[in-house]
């Protein structure tokens, strides 16, 4: 597919967004984001300042990568992004400034935690998510999953293990 930039879009200096990408609407590339070939981004994506998103990626919409991190992976919906290839926590801000209901924040709420806190893999937290089906935010979840080529980005463990783990392996001779 030739590349497609939507509507409404803010492309900061140097911001790059690479062949055949599929860009929609009210997106945001602060400086010196990069967006890889054949990328997909969805409505309302924030990409931080020097963030990358890796060939082939569907980022979902609403998803924000902060300034300094990326992902190889695809990111769901309304999910947040700190820290190379993990959801950190969802875009509760944007979610809010987009008109969500309270009903759509709680839906988001629980996927994150069904996908990123439960322990569950990707297929398992899928099949938990389908007992919501019919809800219009579990629908849009589902359909990312559907569409969804590449793993999903998760968030392994709380970020205090992770820091806990990476100080104890530094500790470890």
Excluded at 2 to 23: E, S, V, Y
Excluded at 93 to 108: K, M, N, Q, Y
Excluded at 130 to 146: K, N, S
Aim: proline share 3%; glycine share 12%.
């Amino acid at each position: 597919e030739p590349t497609r930039i939507g509507h409404d879009n803010l492309f900061m200096d140097g911001a790059h967004a690479g062949h055949d990408c599929q860009l929609a609407n009210h997106i945001v590339l602060a400086k010196g984001s990069m967006i890889g070939g054949h990328a997909i981004l969805e409505d309302r994506v924030i990409i931080g300042g020097n963030a990358g998103v890796h060939q082939f990626v569907r980022v979902g919409r609403g998803a924000m990568i902060g300034g300094n991190a990326g992902s190889s992976l695809d990111i769901l919906p309304w999910f947040m992004v700190t820290v190379l290839n993990t959801a950190n926590s969802i875009n509760l801000v944007g979610l809010r400034r987009s008109g969500a209901t309270p009903e759509d924040i709680d839906i988001v709420r629980m996927v994150y935690k069904l996908f990123c806190r439960s322990g569950l893999t990707v297929a398992g937290a899928t099949e938990r998510l389908q007992e919501h089906a019919g809800q219009p935010m579990a629908d849009e979840y589902l359909r990312f999953l559907t569409k969804s080529t590449r793993s999903i980005c998760t968030m392994r463990g709380r970020k205090t293990d992770v820091k806990n783990k990476a100080s104890q392996a530094a500790d470890t001779p």
